[in-house]
């Protein structure tokens, strides 16, 4: 096991809130959780270092864990990637089980937390792995897809980020579903606070380019347990070439200004600023811009007007997708 820096936990949550000008007829605001362990080492976190936290305590409070167990998790890299920094740092072994597609930049982060990679065919084979992994080696496995700890923490704090960071303004939360723990813990919070739509989104392909998010609509293919479909107002099919469209669209609106920050948490304007680009880019990854095509097909077919304010999640920054085919065209 690689020896890991210290890790300031306490830089989980709190993320910022931007107020996005968007031609759309609603208010749009994104929480973007690349702030999550922010200036720790190994670079930027994610929305998934939230649960990579809460799982790890929950599995400490059980004693399903005891020093140097190895933690082995299925994962497409932000997940994986969470798990390694926080596992490594409380002195666990954290091997991650990636598909071959996974974008590499996510594999080299793992690695670079001092946790091991072992890549799979694809997302079935993955799952088997994984499996297999634990089996042989009498290892601990997270399992977001199945994991409580997961909607959980949004329920406890993502959701209510939203809810203070808006005054309570928000009547809108659309988010992707790839474990489905975003969506469905944070429209939990929220609509106990309020009269709140939930709408979540889904690839419309079997194949498709949004990554961290699941194919689920084929007969194939089962809910994760946590995800939670039918609290949701809708659950709309998105093609890859929106996703990728609109975080294009967000990269030019904003390449000669900020987004306006708001109610930043735990950070200060100047820092959202510092970290709000890469090399003067403003990007975010394919799941951003699907949350964003979602909201554009919601007001466009007059479901989202003026009188709303919709937030969404920008999970991660765009810097991690440099090898695939989102920014081909500009980097």
């Excluded at 993320?15 to 749009?28: A, F, G, I, Q, R």
């Excluded at 009498?138 to 959980?152: E, F, T, W």
């Amino acid at each position: 096991m690689t020896d890991a820096p210290p890790l300031d936990e306490s830089r989980i949550g709190g993320t910022p809130l931007l107020d996005l000008d968007l031609d759309v007829s609603c208010e749009v605001y994104a929480k973007p959780e690349w702030y999550n362990l922010h200036a720790q080492p190994f670079g930027g976190g994610s929305v998934k270092s939230r649960i990579a936290r809460s799982m790890l305590d929950a599995a400490e409070a059980d004693g399903a864990l005891a020093p140097g167990s190895l933690v082995v998790e299925p994962s497409s890299g932000n997940t994986g990637t969470a798990l390694a920094r926080l596992g490594v740092a409380r002195g666990y072994d954290v091997e991650i089980v990636m598909p071959e597609e996974a974008p590499e930049q996510k594999a080299d982060a793992i690695r670079a937390a001092g946790g091991t990679v072992t890549y799979a065919p694809d997302y079935e084979a993955m799952l088997a792995l994984a499996d297999r992994r634990v089996a042989e080696r009498d290892a601990y496995m997270p399992d977001q897809y199945a994991n409580p700890a997961n909607p959980g923490v949004h329920e406890r704090t993502t959701g209510p980020e939203v809810h203070a960071q808006t005054d309570g303004r928000v009547t809108a939360f659309v988010a992707g579903a790839g474990s489905g723990g975003t969506v469905t813990g944070v429209g939990r919070a929220l609509r106990e606070r309020g009269d709140v739509a939930v709408v979540g989104y889904e690839p419309a392909e079997p194949r498709h380019g949004i990554d961290g998010l699941k194919y689920v609509r084929g007969p194939r293919f089962d809910d994760p347990d946590v995800y939670a479909r039918d609290e949701l107002d809708d659950v709309l099919a998105l093609p890859t070439a929106d996703a990728y469209y609109e975080a294009r669209r967000l990269r030019e609106r904003y390449a000669e200004r900020d987004p306006d920050i708001h109610a930043t948490g735990q950070y200060d304007r100047a820092t959202v600023r510092e970290h709000l680009r890469v090399a003067g880019e403003f990007l975010v990854g394919p799941s951003s811009g699907g949350a964003l095509a979602a909201v554009r097909r919601l007001a466009d077919a007059g479901r989202l007007t003026s009188e709303d304010v919709a937030v969404v999640p920008f999970p991660d920054r765009g810097d991690r997708y440099a090898d695939i085919a989102l920014w081909d065209d500009y980097l």
